[in-house]
C-alpha cells in the first residue's frame, strides 16, 4: 500500500520556468491538500480539494495553480518559478465527508528556485 | 476562523527531562479535531494522535500524554523521560467538523534533547 506518493523528491528550478509537482493517493481520499513548509512557518495551506473536479484556495495560493481530474491525482503546477516558492512541499489525502481522521502525508518535495 | 498557536518556537531539555509542548486553538465551531504530527529530521510527517472535541479524556502512550482542557482552548502535549530520538519538530493541527476545509497547522514547536 504505497499511500501519498509525491514526484520528485528534490528539484532546482530557474527563476521563470514552470512546472508540476505530482501528487497521487492510492486510498481512494476525496480529500487532497498541498502544503509549503518554510522555516519558522509552519505547514501553509496552498490549495486543496473536497473532490474530482473541485479545488479551492487555501492560504498561500498565488503563483500555484491546481486540478484534481481524478481521485487519485493533485497535481500542483508552478506557472513562473520565484525564489519565494523556494520551500518544502507537502500533498496530504485524508477520506473526507464525515469521516475526519488524520491526514496522510507524501514524503515531500525539497525545492529551489535559483 | 480557525486558528493553531504554538507559541513555544523551540525547546531544548536534557535528556531524561519531562518536557511539555504547548498548543492553543480557536474555532468557532462546537465540534472539531486536534492532531499532533512529528516531523523527525529525516522530514516525514508522524502521525500521533487526534481527538474529537467530545472526547476530554487525557490519553497517554507510552512516555507521551496529551492533555485536552477545552476551557482553556489547550491541546498539550508531554513527553515524559525524553530521549535524544524524541528530537524533531511537533505539529499542532486543528479541523472544524462544518465545511470542507483540510487541517490548519500551528506553526511548530523544535524541540532537541540532549544527551
Known amino acids: 500500500n504505497a499511500g501519498v506518493t509525491q514526484t520528485p523528491k528534490f528539484q532546482v528550478l530557474k527563476t521563470g520556468q514552470s512546472m508540476t509537482l505530482q501528487c497521487a493517493q492510492d486510498?481512494?481520499?476525496?480529500?487532497m491538500s498541498w502544503y509549503r513548509q518554510d522555516p519558522g512557518m509552519g505547514l501553509r495551506l496552498i490549495h486543496y480539494?473536497?473532490?474530482?473536479?473541485?479545488?479551492d484556495q487555501g492560504e498561500v495560493p498565488n503563483g500555484y495553480n491546481v486540478s484534481r481530474s481524478t481521485t487519485e491525482d493533485f497535481p500542483l503546477r508552478l506557472l513562473s518559478a520565484a525564489p519565494s516558492q523556494t520551500s518544502v512541499y507537502f500533498c496530504?489525502?485524508?477520506?473526507?465527508?464525515?469521516?475526519?481522521?488524520?491526514?496522510?502525508f507524501g514524503q515531500g518535495t525539497r525545492l529551489t528556485v535559483v | 476562523a480557525q486558528k493553531v498557536t504554538q507559541a513555544q518556537t523551540e525547546i531544548s531539555v536534557v535528556e531524561k527531562e519531562d518536557v511539555t509542548l504547548d498548543c492553543v486553538y480557536e474555532?468557532?465551531?462546537?465540534?472539531?479535531?486536534l492532531f499532533w504530527y512529528k516531523q523527525p529530521p529525516s522530514g516525514e510527517l508522524v502521525f500521533l494522535i487526534r481527538?474529537?472535541?467530545?472526547?476530554?479524556q487525557n490519553e497517554i502512550s507510552g512516555r507521551y500524554s496529551w492533555n485536552f482542557q477545552k476551557s482553556t482552548s489547550s491541546f498539550n502535549f508531554t513527553i515524559t523521560a525524553s530521549q535524544v530520538v524524541d528530537s524533531a519538530v511537533y505539529f499542532c493541527?486543528?479541523?472544524?467538523?462544518?465545511?470542507?476545509?483540510?487541517?490548519?497547522f500551528g506553526k511548530g514547536t523544535r524541540l532537541s534533547v540532549i544527551a
Open positions: 496530504a489525502s485524508r477520506p473526507g465527508g464525515s469521516i475526519h481522521t488524520e491526514a496522510f
Open positions: 486510498m481512494n481520499h476525496e480529500y
Open positions: 480539494s473536497v473532490g474530482a473536479g473541485i479545488t
Open positions: 474555532t468557532r465551531d462546537t465540534t472539531y479535531y
Open positions: 481527538r474529537n472535541s467530545f472526547d476530554e
Open positions: 493541527a486543528l479541523s472544524e467538523n462544518s465545511g470542507n476545509t483540510p487541517l490548519v
